[in-house]
């Protein structure tokens, strides 16, 4: 098996960005806007977290490439890049889950 990361695929989705909507279904998604996006990563989850319960491991292997596909898109669609989130995630890691969520500012 060759080795891919998500850098490889986040530099992948910024390629397919830069692509015709003809040949990119990355560059189509993006043309919808934002919200097109996230509808999507919203499906995706939903789909991620049937095959989940679903008990079919290849299932919920499949649904979950497409969820972080997804996420992936959302991101470039944002100007967000996947440093930025690993950033996030290791700002958490000096205090447990529980700390973490109960200092976040209340919505």
Same mark, same amino acid.
């Not at 919920?60 to 490439?65: N, V």
């Given at each position: 098996m060759t080795e891919f /990361?998500?850098? +490889?695929?986040? @530099?992948r989705v910024k390629e397919r960005a830069a692509a015709s909507?003809?040949?990119s279904y990355t560059r189509k998604l993006l043309d919808r =806007?934002? &919200?097109h996006c996230a509808k999507k990563l919203g499906e995706e989850a939903v789909?991620? &977290?049937l095959a989940a319960? /679903?008990?079919d491991r290849d299932h919920?292997? &499949?649904?979950? #490439?497409d969820l972080l596909y997804h996420?992936? !898109? !959302?991101?470039?669609?944002?100007? !967000?890049?996947? #440093? +930025? !989130?690993?950033? &996030?995630?290791g700002r958490r890691? =000096?205090? /447990? =889950?529980?700390?973490? @969520?109960?200092a976040r500012p209340r919505a």
């Open positions: /990361s998500l850098y +490889d695929l986040e @530099k909507a003809e040949v =806007g934002v &919200a789909e991620t &977290a319960v /679903s008990e919920l292997i &499949a649904e979950a #490439a996420l992936l !898109v !959302v991101l470039e669609a944002r100007g !967000v890049a996947l #440093a +930025d !989130v690993e950033a &996030a995630l890691t =000096g205090q /447990s =889950g529980l700390e973490e @969520k109960a």
